[in-house]
Nanobody
Framework: QVQLVESGGGLVQAGGSLRLSCAAS????????MGWFRQAPGKEREFVAA????????DYAASVKGRFTISRDNAKNTVYLQMNSLKPEDTAVYYC?????????????????WGQGTQVTVSS
């Protein structure tokens, strides 16, 4: 069973950048499809990005496409989310998630394992 730990969150001004990391332990990281989700106060958890086990396929929410980039380093058991041109509406707790199988699910229900989350706050 894979365990996930996110890091890299913080406070940034609008227009700035952050890079989130999610380190995996236990399990075979390279066999997992990985996703990033976020949840703002009072809102449901929403899909941000996903990446296939090899990194060859990615998917993004429309709201972040062109600003965020998901990537992974299987040798380091880590998935990243590079976030550029941040907006106040990107403020949320960001979660990394893992699932076995090749599908790039956009629903939280499609993922079996979750990290504890990292807070991202974008000030205007």
């Amino acid at each position: 069973q894979v365990q996930l730990v996110e890091s890299g969150g913080g406070l940034v001004q609008a227009g700035g950048s952050l890079r989130l990391s999610c380190a995996a332990s236990r399990g075979t990281f390279s066999s997992y499809t990985m996703g990033w989700f976020r949840q703002a106060p009072g809102k449901e958890r929403e899909f941000v990005a996903a990446i296939s086990w090899s990194g060859a396929r990615t998917d993004y929410a429309a709201s972040v496409k062109g600003r965020f980039t998901i990537s992974r380093d299987n040798a380091k058991n880590t998935v990243y989310l590079q976030m550029n041109s941040l907006k106040p509406e990107d403020t949320a707790v960001y979660y990394c998630a893992a699932r076995g199988g090749p599908m790039l699910h956009t629903s939280p229900d499609g993922y079996n394992y979750w990290g504890q989350g990292t807070q991202v706050t974008v000030s205007s």
